[in-house]
């Protein structure tokens, strides 16, 4: 793999790291914070909401005990004036106290006046609100009550009070209750003052939200979940009821723009560092292919090529780093090395193989036949070796020599005993020479001179056998000794015959003296010419004698069988 390969990776690899490192981090530590201010800013809002509910109903609760402690409204309920009790109560004030219904019960719980502020609230029948009053027993109170009352046309505050003095004495001359419907135009004014969307759901509609969908604990009773999307988060607000009233819930939407805006944000970040980390490696890659990679390149070509030439005189560019600089240097001298090694090792070779063909050569034509043995066993042998014997080099490699010989030798030994005590005297270092005669392929006995040798191959030690043919010099010292035995035996008869011819010469000696006549000097002189013909020849025997003795000595001719 190419280097600005693995920069790109380890690029890659940085760059996942972050990502995945930012991602687990904001999720754990910024979304999550997200998710919970989002939470608790739901849950305040909720709280504040209820608060703002309560607030409403316990301002129509005062408003219902004002309006029962009316002098007047106590005297006409209490007198049989109570047709006259609808004048009391006018709608402008009504309406600019935003109660939109009113009730007025006598002392035994009879429905004595029904009145509906506004045009809206003119529908609301009084059998209706009088089946509410008697159900929720608002009918006779005996002191204020107020809350939230769910009636069909939705949720009611609703304040009772009983009818007394002004100065809060009875008897109880009957009850006063109010309502202000639970309608758009105050969730209108209930979101205004919490700034945040609010809606009104009964209580069936809560399916709406998955249960699977994490929720917060109860903190006022406000129950916190996230929409199927996810893109809303609400607060669920229980709103309490009069005894006897179904329940219904206030619901707080929410939308997680805060959530998003964080995502968007880890989003944005998280392409911020795709790009940061795409631009930080084409930087790298063009730095180091500036600094680094094309130096790289450049020693490559030069390592391949001297892979390819096996020139190791080539020698690599130094580089703008030190640590190029001292890989450079290293490399020169390990190829400075192996230039003057391979050339030291030419030159060894071409000494080891000019010494090889040298003692191939003498080996080859050497006139005494050469054999390598391992043990008995021949392993190599030159040509003279395979000549002697009358095979071809190649048949006697792994035979053994007694393949060659007589089963006995000329002295009477076994050749197989012998050859084996020659061996092993020569495997014990001693170099053993004997003569030992083979026979050639015709069967012709041949007399040889063996010199046996140990010599170590790192393989192991082996012999040097040595063969020199000596039936020549055989046949001369045969011929030597029949000639010294001729010439002993002629100079044998020589001696005798000396002594032959001076006892007839003495006899003419003798004769030439006693005769005394003109031709006795003559005579005389050549029997004395003759006498030292004689002397010479017998001083000639004595040399003779003394070279016979020699030889006799030193070379054993002429010996006696």
Same mark, same amino acid.
């Given at each position: 793999m ?8 380890v ?6 790291s972050?990502i ?6 904001s ?9 919970n201010?989002?939470k608790?800013?739901v849950?305040?809002?909720?709280? *504040? #909401?209820?608060s703002?509910?309560d607030?409403? @109903?316990y301002? =129509? &609760?005062?408003? $219902?005990?004002?309006y ?5 409204t ?13 004048s009391l109560?006018l709608?402008e004030t009504?309406i600019s ?5 009113? *009730? #007025?019960?006598?002392?035994e719980?009879?429905? @004595?006046v029904? =009145? &509906?502020?506004? $045009?809206?609230n003119?529908?609301s ?8 009053a008697?159900?929720l ?6 002191e204020g009550?107020?809350?939230?009352v769910?009636l069909?046309n939705?949720?009611?505050l609703v304040?009772a009070?009983?009818?007394l003095?002004?100065?809060g004495e ?10 202000r419907?639970l309608?758009?135009e105050?969730v209108q ?6 700034m945040?969307?609010?809606s ?8 709406m ?15 916190i979940?996230?929409?199927d ?9 229980p709103v309490?009821a ?14 997680r723009t ?8 880890i ?10 980390c795409?631009?930080a ?5 063009l730095i180091?292919?500036h600094s ?7 020693m ?6 001297v892979?390819?030439?096996q020139?190791?005189s ?5 580089g703008?780093m030190?640590?190029?600089n001292l ?5 020169n ?14 030159h ?25 043995l391992?043990?008995?066993?021949i392993v190599?042998?030159?040509?003279r070796?395979?000549?002697?014997l009358?095979h071809?080099k190649?048949?006697m490699?792994?035979?053994s ?6 089963d006995?030798?000329?002295?009477g ?5 012998a ?5 092993a ?16 392929t ?8 063996v ?5 170590e191959?790192t393989?192991?030690?082996?012999l040097l ?7 020549e010099?055989?046949?001369l010292?045969?011929l030597k000794?029949e000639a ?6 002629n100079?044998?008869?020589?001696a005798a ?15 030439a ?7 006795t000097e003559?005579?005389l002189r ?10 010479r ?23 006696e069988?």
């Amino acid at each position: 793999m190419k280097l600005r390969t693995h920069v790109a990776l380890v690029t890659v690899l940085i760059t996942l790291s972050l990502i995945c490192g930012i991602v687990l981090a904001s999720n754990y530590l910024l979304l999550k914070s997200l998710d919970n201010v989002e939470k608790t800013t739901v849950e305040r809002t909720c709280d *504040l #909401l209820e608060s703002h509910i309560d607030k409403e @109903v316990y301002a =129509l &609760g005062l408003l $219902a005990g004002d309006y029962a402690t009316w002098d007047e409204t106590y005297y006409r309920l209490s007198s049989s004036e109570s047709s006259n009790l609808q004048s009391l109560f006018l709608n402008e004030t009504f309406i600019s106290s935003q109660v939109d219904w009113l *009730l #007025l019960f006598d002392a035994e719980g009879d429905m @004595v006046v029904h =009145l &509906g502020f506004g $045009a809206e609230n003119q529908t609301s029948t009084s059998q209706t609100l009088l089946s509410e009053a008697t159900h929720l027993n608002l009918t006779r109170v005996d002191e204020g009550v107020e809350g939230i009352v769910v009636l069909q046309n939705g949720p009611t505050l609703v304040a009772a009070a009983p009818v007394l003095r002004g100065s809060g004495e009875g008897p109880r001359a009957g009850t006063l209750v109010i309502g202000r419907n639970l309608d758009g135009e105050m969730v209108q004014e209930i979101s205004d003052v919490a700034m945040i969307p609010v809606s009104l759901v009964s209580e069936g509609e809560q399916t709406m939200f998955s249960p699977s969908h994490p929720r917060s604990p109860n903190t006022n009773w406000t129950t916190i979940r996230i929409s199927d999307d996810r893109h809303t988060i609400s607060g669920i607000l229980p709103v309490s009821a009069l005894a006897g009233s179904s329940e219904y819930i206030i619901r707080v939407d929410l939308p997680r723009t805060l959530y998003f805006g964080g995502l968007d944000a880890i989003y944005s970040f998280v392409l911020l560092i795709i790009i940061i980390c795409s631009v930080a490696g084409i930087l790298i890659i063009l730095i180091l292919d500036h600094s680094l990679i094309s130096h790289f390149r450049k020693m490559t070509s030069v390592v391949e090529a001297v892979r390819r030439d096996q020139d190791y005189s080539r020698r690599l560019p130094a580089g703008n780093m030190k640590e190029m600089n001292l890989l450079a240097s290293s490399v020169n001298e390990l190829f400075e090395y192996l230039e003057k090694y391979l050339a030291e090792r030419k030159h060894y070779e071409q000494t080891i193989q000019e010494s090889e063909e040298r003692y191939r050569t003498l080996v080859e034509s050497a006139n005494d036949g050469i054999c390598m043995l391992d043990r008995d066993r021949i392993v190599d042998c030159n040509s003279r070796a395979a000549e002697m014997l009358g095979h071809r080099k190649e048949s006697m490699v792994q035979t053994s020599p007694c393949a060659y010989a007589p089963d006995q030798q000329p002295d009477g030994r076994d050749s197989k005993e012998a050859l084996e005590a020659y061996i092993a005297l020569a495997y014990e270092g001693k170099t053993t020479s004997f003569e030992w005669q083979y026979l050639t392929t015709d069967g012709t006995p041949v007399d040889a001179e063996v010199i046996l040798g140990r010599f170590e191959l790192t393989s192991g030690p082996y012999l040097l056998a040595i063969i020199r043919d000596i039936t020549e010099r055989k046949q001369l010292e045969q011929l030597k000794s029949e000639a010294f035995a001729q010439i002993e035996q002629n100079l044998r008869q020589f001696a005798a015959l000396n002594d032959e011819i001076r006892n007839p010469l003495q006899v003419i000696q003798g004769l030439a003296e006693l005769d005394g006549g003109e031709n006795t000097e003559k005579y005389l002189r050549q029997v004395a010419a003759i006498n030292d013909l004689v002397d010479r020849l017998d001083r000639g025997y004595i040399e003779s004698d003394k070279v016979r003795e020699f030889l006799r000595k030193h070379y054993h001719i002429g010996e006696e069988e």
